[in-house]
């Protein structure tokens, strides 16, 4: 199972760290996908992390602004989101699978998925 927590309202330029935190089973084994959806629209890549090399990928629309980072002493994967924009306001998913794919910005490849956190940015 896995828990997002850490969403809310921020002003435009701010930060916002997502937590996601897995029960049952071991992150560090899996690689992470984060997704998300905005009101009205279609379900988008966020960004990926590759457990075996620890690389991370991202969509061009927050390339430079968000990082990927792992705690595995705490079973967290955290989502960094800088100089936020009103347009990544969504609800943000975390997912695993266990083996990586290329086609990783798929969402239908993962296997695990979070219930999803609330990100508003707004003056």
């Known amino acids: 199972q896995l828990q997002a927590s850490g969403g809310g309202l921020v002003q435009p330029g701010g930060s916002l760290r997502l937590s996601c935190a897995a029960s049952g089973f071991t992150l560090d084994y899996y690689a992470i996908g984060w997704f998300r959806q905005a009101p009205g629209k279609e379900r988008e890549f966020v960004g990926a992390?590759?457990?075996?090399?620890?690389?991370?990928y991202f969509a061009d629309s927050v390339k430079g602004r968000f990082t990927i980072s792992r705690d595995n002493a705490k079973n967290t994967v955290y989502l960094q989101m800088n100089s936020l924009k009103p347009e990544d306001t969504a609800v943000y998913y975390c997912?695993?699978?266990?083996?990586?794919?290329?086609?990783?910005?798929?969402?239908?490849?993962?296997?695990?998925w979070g219930q999803g956190t609330l990100v508003t940015v707004s003056s």
């Open positions: 992390l590759r457990r075996s090399l620890g690389s991370t």
């Open positions: 997912t695993a699978r266990i083996n990586w794919i290329t086609d990783y910005r798929n969402a239908q490849h993962y296997d695990y």
